[in-house]
């Protein structure tokens, strides 16, 4: 059972355009999401997050939306560049008392073209 | 950025064999994972460390064993190495009190 969606396996977009990255949970346990971006060959980055007492986070060209009642986070990008081309997944961690654990997505592959 | 390097980065082996893969950490973060990453199935969670020798299992959990009697290193164990064990194995490592976990290269592990 897939506790975090990522129904859009790839996405393109244009540079300078906005990208918007979706994730769907189904866990309501979940207080705390992360978004991370992975390049071939490399290990995930953390890339931002957020609680669940906020509804958005940015960081610069990234700002990432939650909506608890619809169970869905979104991450923005803009505008997007050619060197965002990569897999984004989302992550979730509910509060288990010891060491956090994530429950990832199975990502998106986002490609920026010129 | 944890500072997590992992070894070997590729490894071909034959079914049956041990396996043992490293995770060195230099940042003395509390808590170490092992995730494997498969096509269709994004990261999921084999092990995980809350502290020197305190580990737990996580959900793909089945033919692999870990060991912490460092905090900076954690070690996976293939015990009998099968052809389904073929992925890419990420360690990772994070804070006490924290929810980040940064992530080391990852090791390409083939099976034959």
């Known amino acids: 059972d897939q506790q975090v969606k990522q129904n859009s396996p790839s996405l393109s977009v244009q540079e300078g355009r906005i990208s918007i990255l979706n994730c769907d949970y189904t866990n309501s346990m979940f207080d705390y999401f992360l978004w991370y971006k992975k390049y071939p060959a490399e290990g995930p980055t953390f890339l931002i997050s957020?609680?669940?007492?906020?509804d958005k986070n940015e960081d610069g060209r990234f700002t990432v939306f939650l909506n608890k009642s619809a169970k869905h986070l979104s991450l923005h990008i803009v505008p997007s560049q050619p060197g965002d081309s990569a897999v984004y997944f989302c992550?979730?961690?509910?509060?288990?008392?010891?060491?956090?654990?994530?429950?990832f997505g199975t990502g998106t592959r986002l490609q920026v073209t010129l | 950025d944890a500072g997590i390097t992992q070894s070997p980065r590729h490894k071909v082996t034959e079914t049956g064999t041990p396996v043992t893969l490293r995770c060195h950490q230099t940042e003395n973060h509390r808590y170490m994972y092992w995730y494997r990453q498969d096509p269709g199935h994004g990261l999921r969670l084999i092990h995980y460390s809350y502290g020197v020798k305190d580990t737990d299992k996580g959900e793909v959990s089945d033919g692999y064993s870990v060991s912490r009697s460092k905090t900076e290193d954690f070690l996976l164990t293939l015990e009998s190495a099968t052809s389904s064990q073929t992925s890419v194995y990420f360690c990772?490592?994070?804070?006490?009190?924290?929810?980040?976990?940064?992530f080391g290269p990852g090791t390409r592990l083939l099976v034959l």
């Open positions: 990772a490592a994070a804070r006490q009190g924290t929810e980040t976990q940064y």
């Open positions: 957020i609680s669940s007492i906020k």
């Open positions: 992550a979730a961690s509910a509060p288990t008392g010891t060491a956090s654990k994530l429950t």
